[in-house]
């Protein structure tokens, strides 16, 4: 499995900071960041440029952050109508993106508001919503202090459980690496 990091617009260090939240620094193996510095976030064609140029052969992950988001879910899309394999997609505050695709999809936010009025454009499966409520620059530097709700479907119940945001994606990552 590859990982593959969409960031928004903002300073670099936010993204260390949030691949330090998941204790990704130095596990670089199959983690790809995507150059948002050099590129815009939102381009999905830009995205795709950049994982055919870093020879992506394994299923791939992404996680995307604001901005991110609208340029990662074309991205995913076109990997997988290219043949590859989209393993999930995971929207970091992707508030006012529609969010559907034939692959696993779950969104994180930074409030309740947000995560409920995305609920209309697809939440996908497993979510969740900090509680309280942090800045949205605050999450994505940081998510191993968001705290809140992971909120997980099924057939016809709802279950909510605490967590923080970066214990949430943990355990998406694992799901996702053990598959």
């Known amino acids: 499995m590859s990982l593959i990091i969409c960031p928004g ?3 670099a260090e936010l993204t260390e900071g949030f691949l330090k939240g998941l204790r990704w620094e130095g596990s670089n193996q199959n983690l790809l960041i995507f150059p948002a510095h050099d590129y815009p ?4 064609i830009d995205i795709l440029q950049f994982l055919w140029k870093s020879s992506v052969n394994s299923p791939v992950v992404f996680i995307s952050f604001s901005a991110g988001v609208v ?13 590859r394999s989209v393993k999930a997609f995971i ?4 508030w006012g993106v529609p969010l559907s695709g ?10 309740y508001f947000t995560y409920w009025s995305s609920a209309v454009l697809g939440t996908g499966q497993d979510s969740f919503y900090a509680d309280p409520s942090v800045e949205h620059l605050e999450l994505w530097r940081s998510p191993e202090t968001a705290q809140g709700w992971r909120v997980s479907s099924g057939s016809s119940t709802q279950t909510r459980t605490y967590t923080t945001a970066a214990e ?11 598959e």
């Open 102 to 111: 034939n692959f696993p999809i779950h969104r994180i936010s930074h409030d």
């Open 71 to 83: 340029g990662a879910i074309g991205a995913a899309w076109m990997w997988q109508l290219s043949g």
């Open 91 to 94: 929207a970091v505050d992707g």
């Open 168 to 178: 949430f994606l943990t355990c998406l990552l694992q799901r996702y690496g053990n």
């Open 9 to 11: 617009i903002h300073d």
């Open 41 to 44: 976030a939102y381009s999905a």
